[in-house]
């Protein structure tokens, strides 16, 4: 069975930080890209990161660039988000997926976890 568990999310003040942790099983992690997609309170979804899986090469939204920093332990076949200078637009559910192929939007991911809301206070 696949699975991908999300963790980590809670409530924040603006300009604080969390850290996400994501735990895969169930199919081959080390063949998979693991991005971070994160779900706005009106439904809208954003491919935040993604840690590629051949060379690890890492790609950040715009949006989140300079503050959070993806990577992954394939050896573990987990993931992390670490989200610094959060401010209250970065208020979501924050999904971990994982796609065997390029995958820049989120319907192009193969597999999805449950998420973890973080919410950013004013």
């Given at each position: 069975?696949v699975q991908l568990q999300a963790s980590g ?114």
């Amino acid at each position: 069975e696949v699975q991908l568990q999300a963790s980590g999310g809670g409530l924040v003040q603006t300009g604080g930080s969390l850290r996400l942790s994501c735990a895969a099983s169930g199919f081959r992690f080390v063949d998979y890209d693991l991005g971070w997609i994160r779900q706005y309170p009106d439904k809208r979804l954003e491919v935040v990161s993604c840690v590629r899986k051949q060379n690890g090469g890492i790609s950040y939204s715009d949006s989140v660039k300079g503050r959070f920093t993806a990577s992954r332990d394939n050896a573990k076949s987990t993931g992390s988000l670490e989200m610094n200078s959060l401010k209250p637009e970065d208020t979501a559910v924050y999904y971990c997926a994982a796609a065997n192929r390029i995958a820049p939007r989120p319907s192009e991911y193969d597999y999805w976890g449950q998420g973890t809301q973080v919410t950013v206070s004013s």
